[in-house]
């Protein structure tokens, strides 16, 4: 069972920032890793995605030009930094990963973390 471990959400302003990290297993640097977001009452969405080296990376529309995906030196830990938060920005945050790109593409991703709160106050 891989675990994927979460934390920096919290409270914090329209217009502020935020910074999410995600450890992964130790082995874990081949995985494609991202985050997807459930705000109450919608669907889950797609956040942003790298590949195994951070090269590649994905964002969804909602996000682009406001945050940004990277990787750590040790290629198991992903990092989310989020700017110029909005209200609709508020959410439960997952932590991703998995063996195929292809899983974030369709939604059917192969780990989860158990994600963190994030809340934009306007």
């Known amino acids: 069972q891989v675990q994927l471990v979460e934390s920096g959400g919290g409270l914090v302003q329209a217009g502020g920032s935020l910074k999410l990290s995600c450890a992964g297993p130790?082995?874990?640097?081949?995985?494609?890793m991202g985050w997807f977001r459930q705000a109450p009452g919608k669907e889950r969405e797609i956040v942003a995605a790298?590949?195994?080296?951070?090269?590649?990376?994905f964002y969804g529309d909602s996000v682009k030009g406001r945050f940004s995906i990277s990787r750590g030196a040790a290629m198991n830990t992903v990092y989310l930094q989020m700017n110029s938060l909005k209200p609709e920005d508020t959410g439960v945050y997952y932590c991703?990963?998995?063996?195929?790109?292809?899983?974030?593409?369709?939604?059917?991703?192969?780990?989860w973390g158990e994600g963190v709160q994030v809340t934009v106050s306007s």
């Open positions: 991703a990963a998995d063996r195929a790109w292809s899983g974030f593409k369709t939604g059917n991703i192969d780990y």
């Open positions: 130790r082995h874990g640097s081949s995985l494609t």
């Open positions: 790298t590949n195994w080296n951070g090269v590649a990376t």
